[in-house]
């Protein structure tokens, strides 16, 4: 297919914002829904047909093993479906494979490219955008892109950046605490709270260090609590940064000596905050998934005691997105494996709170009762919220207060 240049610097930014109205909401649905070219039928058939047989190079995230045993299933899925072999290329950090894309385009490798999909978000992606590092539009291009909800869930804007079509929604996330309901009978229910609690309990709370994206969505969070200002999150990080800013310092001086190891060590990401809770050194940690717990003691690495809680204000929720590098080998092949996570059978499964727990991207109201059946819950479940105890999601940050924020950090607080 021949790449269809960006056209996104001269566009109005289009802002998902769960406070506007839904008649603003649905103009700015259909208008970030226009940014892309949609296929016709035979168009996708030619695109299923060039991608079999062909390879995949799939450049995500390697930091959680629920993840990457969902990508090898996705992976045995669409073997079986169109003979496409995925190659998890498993990174530490997105701007791995981002770096990769940067120096071949400086070696004028438009052809070929190492990195087939990647998932990306928020800085990653604004930095790839601004570059010219994305092939698309193509969010239209894949049918079950029209089952996709654009008005209530923020699937055409990566913390707060349109995506117009260069990006592909693919889960929803949303940051959660999970306790030991065994030691902690009242979790805090705010981040000043939280700060409290973990001055009257010292060395029971940690979170990972804010390289790690675990880490700065817990700094994220704060700031959005404590910022004088949050509307003013929405636009990029300048002049008003020390302002914002300033209480979630005092807050974090505060809070620091308190963690586990007086702040002096970090845990690596996820999966360390969990051994740390399973093994009793702590009794609360973050996540950005609301069904951790679940799958975490359905998997024997959190004890059955372990609940899941959340401030009363809310909290910060956003979705993963993958897209496809402008300079692809596999194009075709990474399109529809893009197409396939979209679909309602991988939905589904990764909606699984035994397996993911991730909410769905796609508009349940959409789908024919078949396929609503698959995510209706079968039970109950202790240690997951509902969706009323969810409660709307907090729109993230412009990407320059993640990026600013840890920076600051470091300067503040790196030994």
């Given amino acids: 297919m021949p790449r269809r240049r960006p056209f996104y610097r001269c566009r109005e930014p289009l802002e998902w914002d769960p406070r506007m109205t839904l008649a603003r909401r649905t103009v700015l649905a259909t208008a970030a829904a ?35 045993a969902f990508i090898a299933w996705v992976g045995e899925q669409v073997r079986a479906s169109h003979a496409i072999d995925v190659h998890h290329v498993r990174l530490r950090d997105t701007s791995e494979a981002v770096a990769r894309v940067v120096a071949e385009k400086a070696a004028g490798r438009t052809e070929g490219g190492s990195v087939d999909l990647v998932w990306i978000n928020g800085p990653n992606f604004l930095s790839m955008k601004e570059q010219g590092l994305l092939f698309g539009p193509v969010l239209d291009t894949l049918p079950n892109a029209a089952l996709v909800e654009r008005v209530t869930k923020p699937t055409v804007v990566d913390f707060t950046v349109p995506t117009e079509g260069f990006e592909i929604p693919w889960r929803m996330a949303r940051v959660v605490f999970i306790a030991d309901g065994a030691r902690v009978k009242q979790p805090p229910r705010s981040m000043a709270a939280l700060g409290a609690w973990a001055t009257a309990n010292p060395g029971r709370l940690a979170h990972p260090h804010p390289r790690n994206f675990l880490g700065a969505t817990f700094l994220k969070q704060a700031l959005v609590e404590l910022a004088p200002d949050r509307a003013a999150l929405a636009s990029p990080a300048g002049e008003n940064f020390t302002v914002m800013t300033a209480p979630l310092w005092a807050w974090y001086t505060t809070l620091r000596p308190a963690l586990w190891r007086r702040g002096t060590n970090f845990p690596e990401g996820g999966a360390a905050l969990r051994a740390l809770l399973n093994d009793g050194e702590i009794d609360i940690m973050i996540s950005f998934n609301p069904a951790e717990a679940v799958s975490a003691i359905a998997s024997g690495t959190l004890p059955p005691t372990v609940r899941t809680f959340m401030p009363d ?8 997105f993958n897209a496809i590098a402008f300079n692809a080998a596999n194009r075709e092949a990474a399109m529809v494996l893009a197409n396939f996570l979209l679909s309602p059978v991988a939905q589904a499964r990764a909606a699984d709170p035994e397996i993911l727990g991730s909410p769905t991207v796609l508009a349940l109201d959409r789908l024919p009762q078949a396929d609503r059946a698959r995510f209706a ?39």
Avoid: Y
Avoid at 313 to 320: L, M, Q
Avoid at 395 to 406: A, D, S, V, Y
């Fill in 377 to 415: 819950a079968a039970r109950p479940i202790p240690a997951l919220l509902t969706d009323a105890e969810l409660g709307p999601a907090l729109p993230e940050p412009h990407p320059t207060w993640m990026t600013r924020l840890t920076a600051e950090w470091e300067r503040r607080f790196a030994a």
């Fill in 34 to 68: 226009s940014l892309a070219f949609p296929a016709r039928a035979a168009d996708w058939t030619s695109i299923e047909q060039a991608a079999r047989g062909k390879p995949v190079f799939w450049n995500a995230w390697a930091g959680d093993d629920r993840t990457n």
């Fill in 313 to 320: 204000g809310g909290t910060i929720g956003n979705c993963s």
